[in-house]
């Protein structure tokens, strides 16, 4: 089993985060990453160190890993890669990848509570361009080097990407990806503008990147990527989902939500308290599958009722099925006693 929070690298070199999760406060979220890494296998030798150096791009490949596991897959380490190899109960093969901060840019991670987006198509404009630079570099790495392993030859591929682009980056929801993948454009500003009654929405081919350039979406609209089965998706794989599954009922915390409303364009909000709030491993994930792909994505791999599905219907187009309590959003306050040097973004988490 794995020792990653044996520090391996010297102070100055680890992660914020990590060196938070290193707190004797914190072992109970240790002990949740520790249940995700149960059963990997770092192939390569380094990984301990990628976690405790970089930290993202590692934690999320240990909840893509969790997640996996939990949808019943049985994992094979034989091979050096792509990341994960899934032999049942149907075979397919799995890169995971986070789309980071452009250069120059904040990381996901710092001080103080996260600070709330003013204008939201600039928001979701950056997350789109993020999500899109991710997918094209795993799309090129598959046609240039995995496609011609045996062991993923006549497999479907699979992408697991998540947002850690910049603070705040788990705002983002599913909006980015389903314009960078299937062209999809939900207007919020101009749906508060209008108080429409429904969210105005509208296909969009790009997104401009700077003055005199743009950048293609819709990724999934074409055979452009047929070779990319499903993209695997979760902007609430964060710091926010290892406390909701931390065993810590003595901690101080309120848990604010939001699900689906049949009724309104308006989610239903609510609040909970520790001890009072549950959340799956599984809430917030989201599979979109391409309905171009050589060699598709069974339908019911990952089906759960915690899990939300672009799905393929009549004429390639794509339908989200959503569960009735599915997890869009969720935000945490922690209180933490005067001087406890674990506290993360002051005491608001995502």
């Given at each position: 089993?794995l020792?990653?929070?044996v520090?391996?690298?010297p102070?100055?070199?680890?992660?914020?985060i990590?060196r938070?999760?290193l707190q004797?406060?914190?072992?109970p979220?240790r002990a949740v990453i520790?249940a995700?890494?149960?059963?990997?296998?770092?192939r390569?030798g380094k990984f301990?160190?990628?976690?405790q150096?970089?930290f993202e791009?590692?934690?999320?490949?240990l909840?893509?890993?969790?997640?996996l596991?939990?949808s019943?897959?049985?994992?094979?380490?034989?091979?050096a890669?792509p990341?994960?190899?899934?032999?049942?109960?149907?075979?397919?093969?799995?890169?995971?990848?986070?789309?980071g901060?452009?250069?120059?840019?904040?990381?996901?991670f710092?001080?103080?509570p996260?600070?709330v987006?003013?204008?939201l198509?600039?928001?979701?404009r950056?997350?789109?361009l993020r999500l899109?630079?991710?997918?094209?570099a795993?799309?090129?790495r598959?046609?240039?080097?995995?496609?011609?392993?045996p062991?993923?030859?006549?497999?479907?591929?699979v992408i697991a990407?998540?947002?850690?682009?910049r603070?705040?980056?788990?705002l983002?929801?599913?909006?980015?990806?389903n314009a960078?993948l299937?062209?999809?454009?939900?207007d919020?500003?101009?749906t508060l503008?209008?108080?429409?009654?429904e969210i105005?929405?509208?296909?969009?081919?790009?997104?401009s990147?700077?003055?005199g350039a743009?950048?293609?979406?819709?990724?999934f609209?074409?055979?452009a990527y047929?070779?990319?089965?499903?993209?695997?998706?979760?902007?609430?794989a964060?710091?926010g989902k290892?406390r909701a599954?931390?065993?810590?009922?003595e901690?101080?915390t309120?848990y604010?939500?939001?699900?689906?409303?049949?009724?309104?364009i308006?989610?239903?909000?609510?609040?909970?308290?520790?001890?009072a709030?549950?959340?799956?491993l599984l809430d917030g994930?989201y599979?979109?599958?391409?309905?171009?792909?050589?060699?598709?994505?069974p339908?019911?791999?990952?089906d759960?009722a915690?899990v939300a599905?672009?799905?393929?219907?009549?004429?390639?187009?794509?339908?989200?099925h959503?569960?009735?309590?599915?997890?869009l959003?969720r935000?945490?306050?922690?209180?933490?006693?005067?001087g406890?040097?674990?506290?993360?973004?002051?005491q608001?988490?995502?």
């Amino acid at each position: 089993m794995l020792d990653l929070f044996v520090p391996v690298v010297p102070d100055e070199r680890q992660h914020p985060i990590f060196r938070m999760l290193l707190q004797p406060s914190n072992a109970p979220e240790r002990a949740v990453i520790d249940a995700w890494a149960s059963g990997f296998v770092d192939r390569c030798g380094k990984f301990t160190k990628e976690f405790q150096t970089t930290f993202e791009s590692s934690f999320w490949e240990l909840y893509v890993h969790a997640a996996l596991r939990a949808s019943g897959a049985q994992i094979d380490f034989s091979h050096a890669s792509p990341d994960f190899v899934v032999s049942t109960p149907t075979s397919f093969v799995v890169e995971a990848t986070i789309a980071g901060p452009a250069q120059g840019q904040p990381p996901a991670f710092g001080p103080g509570p996260p600070v709330v987006p003013t204008d939201l198509n600039e928001f979701n404009r950056q997350a789109i361009l993020r999500l899109c630079n991710s997918l094209s570099a795993k799309s090129t790495r598959f046609l240039s080097y995995y496609a011609g392993l045996p062991h993923v030859k006549d497999k479907p591929f699979v992408i697991a990407l998540a947002p850690f682009d910049r603070p705040s980056a788990h705002l983002a929801s599913h909006r980015a990806l389903n314009a960078a993948l299937y062209g999809v454009y939900d207007d919020e500003e101009a749906t508060l503008r209008e108080r429409s009654a429904e969210i105005l929405r509208y296909d969009i081919s790009s997104v401009s990147k700077h003055a005199g350039a743009s950048v293609p979406v819709g990724l999934f609209t074409s055979t452009a990527y047929r070779h990319v089965s499903a993209v695997v998706y979760s902007a609430l794989a964060t710091w926010g989902k290892v406390r909701a599954l931390a065993d810590a009922p003595e901690r101080h915390t309120a848990y604010q939500t939001l699900h689906p409303n049949p009724t309104s364009i308006v989610p239903r909000y609510r609040v909970s308290q520790q001890g009072a709030y549950r959340e799956h491993l599984l809430d917030g994930l989201y599979v979109a599958h391409n309905p171009y792909a050589d060699y598709p994505l069974p339908l019911a791999t990952f089906d759960s009722a915690h899990v939300a599905r672009f799905v393929p219907i009549a004429g390639r187009a794509v339908e989200l099925h959503m569960p009735a309590d599915f997890l869009l959003w969720r935000q945490l306050w922690t209180l933490q006693p005067q001087g406890d040097a674990s506290t993360h973004r002051g005491q608001r988490d995502g």
